[in-house]
C-alpha cells in the first residue's frame, strides 16, 4: 500500500485552497492508500513528512514562488518520493525560476498555466477542482419559496447571485448595472475577515444590490434560492482557476453565466451546461436568455463528472502512472 503525504494549507487565508485541500484529503482517507495530512503553516511541517517516509508528497498550493521553494527543499529531504503540485491558482513566475523548482509533476487547470509550466520543463497533467454533488444540490420549488421566506428575499424578483471577494479587479461593477434593470436583484456574498475595497461595496449597495459579508454554513442554501449565478471575473490573478463556486451554482441545477476564465473553458463546452460570455454586454443578453426562459440549460448533468469522488479517482490513476503502479491499484473505494 503506497504512502501519499498531501501537504495543504489548512488556514483561511485563501478559502479556495483550504476547501480544495480538505475535499482531497477527505477523499483520500476513502481510497486504499497509506494518507498522511500535514498543514504547510505547521512548525517544522517537513519533519512530520519525513518521519512519514511518503512514497509521493503532494502539495496542494497556489503556487506562489516561496510555495515552490518550499516543495523543492521538501522534494530533496525525500528523494525516494515522487513530488506532486497541484497549482490551484499559480503566481505569475518567470520560466527560468520554474526551471529552478522544477518537482516530478505538477496538476494544472487552465491552458495558460499548462503551457508556462511546460515551457520550463514541467510535466504536467490537467486535474480541475472538484464540486461535493451530494451537499450543492437541488431542491423543490417549494423549498425555494420557503427559503426565500427564510431569508427575506422578494418572490417576485429575478435573484442574481454572485460569491466573491470583494475586489474590484473581479468585474463587479456590472452587478451595478444588472441591479438597475427591472425585476432584477442582486445579492452577493462576500467573505468575512477579508480586505474589502470599499469603493466597490459602496457602489454596488447605493445600487441597490443586497452585499451580505458573512459566513454561511449552509451556503447551498443560498444558491438554491437564486435563479441565476453570475461569474463576471475575467483577471486570472483573482480566482483560483476552476472556481468552486461556479460549480456549485451548477451543482445545485442553477443556470450559470460565466466569462472564459481559467479551466471552465476545458470543462464545459456546450449552452446547455453554462452560457460563456466574453463582455458585460453578453453577460446581459444571456441573463435576458435565462429571464425569458430561452435556454434549456442542463448545469448539475454536466458537472457530475467532476464530483470530488470523480476527481479523486483521476488523481489516483496519476499516482499509479507516476510510481509505475498496475492501473486500479490505488481505486476508491465505492460509497
Not at 449552509?218 to 444558491?223: A, L, P, V
Not at 438554491?224 to 463576471?232: G, I
Not at 435576458?288 to 458537472?303: L, S
Request: charge should be positive; include cysteine.
Amino acid at each position: 500500500m503506497i504512502r501519499v503525504c498531501l501537504v495543504a494549507d489548512s488556514e483561511p487565508v485563501d478559502e479556495g485552497l483550504r476547501i480544495v485541500g480538505r475535499y482531497l484529503g477527505a477523499e483520500l482517507e476513502d481510497a486504499n492508500i497509506t494518507l498522511k495530512t500535514v498543514n504547510i503553516r505547521a512548525p517544522l511541517f517537513w519533519n512530520e513528512i519525513r518521519r512519514f517516509r511518503p512514497d509521493v508528497v503532494h502539495f496542494v498550493l497556489s503556487p506562489s514562488l516561496i510555495g515552490l521553494a518550499i516543495a523543492k527543499l521538501v522534494a530533496l529531504m525525500n528523494t525516494s518520493a515522487k513530488s506532486i503540485i497541484s497549482a490551484i491558482h499559480p503566481d505569475p513566475i518567470d520560466r527560468r525560476l520554474l526551471r529552478l523548482f522544477r518537482q516530478d509533476l505538477v496538476l494544472v487547470q487552465a491552458r495558460k498555466s499548462e503551457e508556462t509550466f511546460s515551457s520550463a520543463g514541467w510535466r504536467t497533467e490537467f486535474l480541475p477542482n472538484g464540486v461535493d454533488i451530494t451537499k450543492f444540490c437541488p431542491v423543490h420549488p417549494e423549498e425555494r419559496k420557503k427559503l426565500r421566506e427564510q431569508f427575506d428575499i422578494p418572490k417576485d424578483k429575478f435573484i442574481l447571485l454572485h460569491l466573491a471577494s470583494l475586489k474590484r479587479e473581479r468585474n463587479l461593477k456590472i452587478f451595478a448595472r444588472l441591479q438597475r434593470v427591472e425585476n432584477n436583484q442582486v445579492i452577493i456574498i462576500g467573505r468575512e475577515h477579508e480586505k474589502v475595497d470599499e469603493s466597490t461595496l459602496s457602489l454596488l449597495r447605493d445600487s441597490g444590490c443586497m452585499v451580505w459579508i458573512k459566513h454561511f454554513p449552509n451556503i447551498e442554501e443560498i444558491y438554491n434560492l437564486a435563479d441565476c449565478y453570475v461569474f463576471p471575473v475575467a483577471h486570472r490573478g483573482f480566482c483560483i482557476e476552476t472556481p468552486l463556486s461556479v460549480l456549485e451554482a451548477m451543482s445545485c441545477d442553477i443556470p450559470t453565466i460565466t466569462t472564459r476564465f481559467g479551466a471552465l473553458p476545458r470543462l464545459f463546452k456546450d449552452t446547455r451546461d453554462v452560457f460563456f460570455a466574453d463582455n458585460d454586454d453578453e453577460i446581459a443578453q444571456a441573463i435576458e436568455t435565462v429571464k425569458k426562459g430561452g435556454a434549456r440549460m442542463r448545469p448539475r448533468e454536466a458537472v457530475l463528472h467532476y464530483s470530488w469522488k470523480h476527481v479523486t479517482d483521476r488523481l489516483l490513476h496519476i499516482y499509479e502512472r507516476l510510481l509505475g503502479e498496475s492501473p486500479g491499484t490505488l481505486k476508491s473505494r465505492s460509497r
